[in-house]
């Protein structure tokens, strides 16, 4: 571009992120706003906007070879459109299209404005299912490529946008364009030549070029793949370097592994430990002696054991006269968290040097929202004099007032509801000069590849064997009103049988009080129609918790048959009695949150089903089907991603850092991990970038002030 500037080094990322879109040729006012409209400012967010689909002019299906049923593209000519009122006020767009070989017919129903997109003469691309109708072919609502009068044998499709008044033609205008002016300086490359060359890829300039104006589809691919490395070599740097640097900066606490605790906690236990267990165990010890702080992320499925490594890793911070802190995202998981650790160090002992008899029990106390007064004060002390040893709450552990005597591990539970800003909080707790070692949990089981997008700065464990002497749970669906029936004569079956049972009231997101009157209706119908007779109780989160405490108390004594409640059971509930969990609407859940429900069963030595209720007679609902097909959460993650895709994913955990345009954390697997590989070569070999500016420069362009002041405060 020529800027006025004398420079004539290759054009940065971030030199194209300067150069507005109004320089380019025939972007005025009105298509500068239209631009604005699609989030294209730059020369770089134009460069960036890829094409959706690329076509090949040689290689289409032409008209006498579509058939009727199977998708295909046909690159034709409008020959006549019309339009007409259907009998209820829509209209119907109608045109005749063709080529050499034939013509058919297109229809889009209430679609007014195509009348006026497909004029006679025009060449467009069409996708869609032909089907006989009236004797001919005809495709309904197509997908329309208007692709003018552009020459060459490829022709990128651009995501057009009516509303914006952008065409695929002026944007691959524009776009060519663009590139002609970058020729002159060429495109700077800022990965190390070697690196390119090992992948055997080609040079950022090439790709971008290629990707663009492809001659075949092949050189797209190639292109697609440099471009799409590029991206993930960006997110990979930004998450190692901030790794490093954590690494780097703060000192941790040398912690005894071998210390007496966690060795009495093991021989106690009435079980062994699975292999899956100890792997993890071992993994988070080596971190916890070593002298960096750990950054870990243990991933387990529902039942796969988290909370006995999560106490071993606490208790390893106990045995050497350290705290140990554990964060729930609910006060209802604090509690039962707070049970579960209590019955697990039952009869555990301290040394402690003021006692008469040298040792003192092991203190585990929990600090919610609700607890107040007199026992909050007293709670608060014993963290602040270092009598408590492992603290187990709710955000109310980050309070400022919160005082600890010496924490040395944290653990984080449910790491998707909290932010990474909590996480800091709580390792901020240390006593400002040793930073606590931090374990976060999930139960929600995310594919590996995305986890090292999304939890790139952290090293992850895996929980991927269930303990043994687990009954699998069956899964059904109901698939409307009549099967429906099903479900409730398995609860009434498994009841006189002795077992019990949970009944999932529907999702409503968008209001607890509409929520709560659903469940309380739900519960009525149930109490009255077809669990008439059984011992039922109502669960939601409206219930005052000491109520809320009293019915799951009761329920887990057996004194209920069923327990109808909201998602507030999602999480954590341990009643190994129940096998049968019913959830209505279950088309209302997502595939992760389903998994969880269900992992409220199967939890005792008897066979337990879960039964899917789903209102409206559909054939078709994968979410429910995967289910249905299987129990394994990194499955059924996969299958998430698969049908989510990453946008989801990427938005909670990390908002805008990882802008993946044209890389898919599904696809591009293989790219995620070489990516990953190489930010370690070179960042580990140049920490700050010094010696690689052009990837510095790059990956600043991804920064966010946080990463800015810490990584480079020095
Ligand atoms: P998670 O938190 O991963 O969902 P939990 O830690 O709640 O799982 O464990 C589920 C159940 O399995 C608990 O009742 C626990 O006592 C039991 N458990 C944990 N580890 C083992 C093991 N190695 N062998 C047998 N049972 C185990
Ligand atoms: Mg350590």
New binding site residues.
């Given amino acids: 571009m020529t800027d006025g500037v004398s420079d004539q080094s290759p054009l940065t990322l971030r030199d194209l992120s300067q150069i507005g879109v109004d320089r380019l040729k025939g972007v005025g006012e009105r298509k500068l706003a239209s631009l604005r409209d699609v989030g294209v400012e730059t020369v770089l967010d134009l460069l960036t906007t890829y094409p959706r689909r690329w076509v090949d002019r040689t290689n289409e299906c032409r008209v006498s070879d579509l058939a009727p049923g199977q998708e295909a593209l046909v690159l034709v000519t409008v020959r006549s459109v019309s339009k007409r009122p259907t009998k209820n006020r829509r209209t119907i767009v109608e045109a005749v299209v063709g080529d050499g070989s034939g013509r058919f017919h297109i229809v889009f129903f209430n679609q007014p404005w195509r009348e006026k997109q497909l004029r006679e003469g025009l060449q467009v691309a069409l996708f869609g299912k032909p089907e006989v109708k009236y004797g001919g072919l005809q495709m309904a609502n197509p997908i329309v490529d208007l692709i003018g009068d552009r020459t060459g044998k490829i022709v990128p499709i651009y995501p057009q946008s009516e509303k914006a008044a952008l065409t695929t033609w002026e944007i691959a205008g524009w776009v060519e364009d663009a590139l002609k002016r970058c020729e002159p300086r060429g495109i700077a490359d800022p990965v190390p030549a070697a690196v390119v060359r090992r992948l055997g890829m080609v040079a950022r300039h090439q790709a971008l070029a290629s990707i663009h104006l492809p001659e075949t589809y092949a050189e797209k691919e190639v292109a697609r793949r440099r471009l799409a490395f590029d991206e993930l070599l960006r997110v990979q740097t930004v998450l190692v370097m901030r790794k490093r640097a954590l690494e780097r900066e703060s000192k941790g606490i040398r912690h005894t592994i071998d210390g007496e605790l966690t060795g009495r906690l093991r021989a106690a236990l009435p079980?062994?430990?699975?292999g899956a267990?100890q792997r993890a165990i071992g993994e988070i010890e080596v971190d916890l002696a070593g002298p960096h702080p750990m950054h870990r992320l243990l991933q387990?499925d529902?039942?796969?054991?988290?909370?006995?490594v999560a106490v071993s890793a606490m208790l390893t911070a106990v045995q050497g006269g350290h705290q140990a802190a554990l964060m729930a995202p609910t006060e209802v998981l604090a509690e039962q968290h707070a049970a579960?650790v209590r019955r697990l160090l039952q009869g555990v002992t301290v040394p402690d040097p003021g006692n008469l008899f040298g040792d003192r029990a092991l203190r585990v106390e929990l600090l919610t929202n609700r607890i107040t007064g007199a026992d909050r004060k007293a709670v608060m002390a014993g963290l602040a004099d270092g009598t408590v040893d492992i603290a187990i709450g709710t955000h109310a552990l980050i309070q400022d007032a919160v005082q600890f005597h010496s924490l040395g591990v944290v653990v984080v539970d449910e790491q998707h509801r909290f932010g990474v800003e909590q996480r800091a909080a709580l390792r901020d707790k240390g006593d400002g000069e040793l930073v606590p070692d931090v374990l976060v949990m999930t139960?929600t089981p995310i594919p590996r590849t995305a986890a090292m997008t999304v939890y790139g700065d952290l090293d992850v464990s895996v929980?991927d064997e269930l303990?043994?002497?687990r009954t699998p749970i069956r899964t059904k669906w109901a698939n409307g009103a009549l099967m429906e029936q099903g479900a409730w004569a398995t609860v009434r079956e498994q009841v006189a049988e002795g077992r019990q049972a949970y009944v999932v009231c529907p999702l409503i997101e968008e209001s607890e009080k509409l929520e709560v009157a659903s469940a309380e209706e739900t519960f009525e119908r149930l109490v009255h129609q077809e669990l008439q007779g059984l011992r039922i109780a109502l669960l939601h989160g409206r219930m005052p918790s000491a109520e809320k405490e009293a019915v799951m108390d009761a329920f887990r004594r057996g004194e209920f048959d069923v327990l109808v409640a909201t998602t507030v059971i999602e999480v954590g509930v341990?009643v190994p009695n129940a096998t049968v969990m019913v959830i209505l609407d279950a088309d209302r859940f997502g595939i992760a949150q389903l998994h969880q429900l269900r992992?409220r069963v199967g939890?005792g030595a008897h066979e337990s089903t879960c039964w899917l209720v789903t209102q409206e007679v559909e054939d078709h609902n994968p979410r429910v089907q995967a289910l249905v097909d299987s129990t394994d959460g990194f499955v059924l993650a996969e299958a998430d991603l698969e049908l989510r895709g990453e946008g989801t994913l990427m938005n909670t955990a990390q908002k805008g850092r990882s802008d993946l345009k044209i890389a898919s954390l599904r696809k591009d697997r293989e790219l995620v991990e070489l990516a990953r590989g190489v930010a370690f070569e070179i960042v580990d070999a140049d920490p700050l970038l010094e010696r690689h500016p052009l990837m510095l420069d790059d990956v600043r362009l991804l920064f966010t002030d946080d990463d800015e002041a810490f990584l480079f405060k020095n």
Avoid: C, N, S
């Fill in positions: 079980y062994e430990l699975t267990q387990g529902v039942g796969a054991g988290k909370t006995l579960g139960a929980l303990p043994p002497g341990d992992g939890r």
